[in-house]
């Protein structure tokens, strides 16, 4: 038995290590914080298997400056060798983006991409004052240039992407030092790097083997996926719109119970996504404001200067809803005439029929037959009989009737009509 137990000891001292992976993740979005908790369980995948190196294929207009310096820190701070490779051609890895690739390991670039253009935005666009925005200048170009000396990167022409927003080709960037490889796709990228010594940014250099490694590509969960979308400004503010108008709704047909069941949803997945992105709140108001244009419109019949009014709010309350850097974290002039307009008019439409319908008089029941006019059977004085709708009815008449003549319902007591001469 000890024998069989030292065989197996030995077995698995002397047995050649498993062969290490490289790990692939795609990043085709904003930067925002569902990227950063996706490249975040991406790197300490990697980690935890001790893998070759993890390659991020990466393509964005930019993104939310918190969420860039979280995932550049993750990069620094990752043990796995970071390849960061802007592709494919007519890709670009601009403002965040440029931030992420200069803190790989290593930065690649396929044919035809660019990147750059990294000068910090106010959100919403709005133009800081002079006092401001030289600190904030300052921040991001210090950021920078942190991140590029770390890497033995070219400093000065670094600072230009931040300082004067300069964008650069995948030849500048390679010329200039900004990048270390260009590649057309990730065969080649990786046969370029085999062997290859990479400075790590606590100092140290690591040797990369990632020719005949098995490329593992890393997707996004489920919730990651279906959240990503969601935070886009323009689905964001869809759900929301769309929600708010199916609780409405439902508050105007109570017991319909899908209108309510689909704004709830809507309106949760809609405040989920706005929780993560920069909002106006004060463009909240503006949009809860249009519905109530809406239902004064139909209430009191202005002409269509309150419908306007409304549609107008909600447009204006879609443009400022999110206070993104780019415009594309902002919510799209299209999509806000797309959503407000047709939505204005259906609710006004439907607010509309809903108070006709509460005027219409009752022509069911007891109450149907008030205002009907019958025919005396009998002499009413003041009691009687009377042939009001298909029936005849004993009936009290307020003045005397006489036999024939017509007498108008004026109200119903029981199983007996009051009737009066009409």
Do not use: C
Request: glycine content about 8%; cysteine-free; charged content about 15%.
């Amino acid at each position: 038995m000890k024998r069989i137990l030292l065989f197996v000891i030995a077995v698995l001292v002397l047995a050649p290590p498993a062969s290490a992976d490289v790990i692939k993740l795609t990043v085709d979005d904003m930067i925002h914080p569902i990227s950063d908790e996706f490249i975040g369980r991406a790197l300490d995948l990697a980690a935890q298997h001790h893998s070759d190196a993890v390659l991020m294929e990466l393509r964005t207009p930019g993104g939310l400056e918190q969420s860039m310096r979280s995932i550049v820190q993750r990069i620094l701070r990752s043990p796995v060798p970071v390849i960061v490779y802007v592709a494919p051609s007519g890709s670009r890895a601009a403002s965040a983006g440029f931030f992420i690739l200069e803190a790989a390991d290593v930065a690649a670039m396929a044919p035809g991409t660019n990147t750059g253009a990294a000068h910090p935005v106010s959100f919403g666009g709005e133009k800081m004052d002079d006092i401001m925005k030289a600190k904030v200048e300052n921040d991001a170009a210090a950021f920078m240039r942190t991140i590029a000396e770390g890497r033995g990167r070219n400093v000065q022409v670094a600072e230009s992407a931040v300082r004067q927003s300069k964008s650069f080709t995948e030849q500048e960037a390679l010329a200039q030092k900004l990048i270390d490889v260009v590649a057309p796709d990730i065969p080649s990228l990786l046969r370029a790097l085999e062997g290859r010594a990479v400075r790590r940014f606590n100092g140290t250099t690591t040797t990369l083997h990632v020719v005949g490694k098995p490329v593992v590509t890393y997707d996004m969960s489920l919730k990651e996926a279906l959240l990503s979308k969601i935070m886009d400004p323009n689905v964001a503010f869809i759900l929301f719109a769309l929600g708010a108008f199916a609780l409405w709704a439902e508050f105007n047909h109570p017991g319909a119970v899908v209108p309510g069941v689909v704004g709830l949803i809507s309106i949760l997945l809609a405040v989920f996504a706005l929780n993560l992105l920069p909002v106006r709140y004060a463009a909240v108001a503006l949009l809860l404001a249009a519905f109530a244009l809406f239902a004064l419109e139909a209430k009191f019949a202005t002409h269509g200067i309150l419908g306007v009014g409304g549609i107008i709010s909600m447009i204006i309350g879609a443009l400022f809803l999110v206070d993104g850097p780019i415009p594309e974290m902002r919510v799209h002039l299209l999509t806000a005439l797309s959503v407000s307009v047709p939505l204005g008019v259906i609710a006004i439409f439907l607010m509309g029929l809903v108070l006709r319908a509460r005027k219409n008089r009752i022509v069911t029941g007891t109450e149907g037959m008030i205002g009907e006019i019958g025919i005396a059977r009998t002499q009413l004085g003041p009691e009687g009989k009377v042939f009001v709708h298909g029936e005849i009815w004993d009936a009290i008449a307020s003045s005397p009737v006489t036999e024939g003549a017509r007498v108008r319902v004026a109200a119903v007591n029981g199983l007996h009509l009051m009737v009066e001469p009409a």
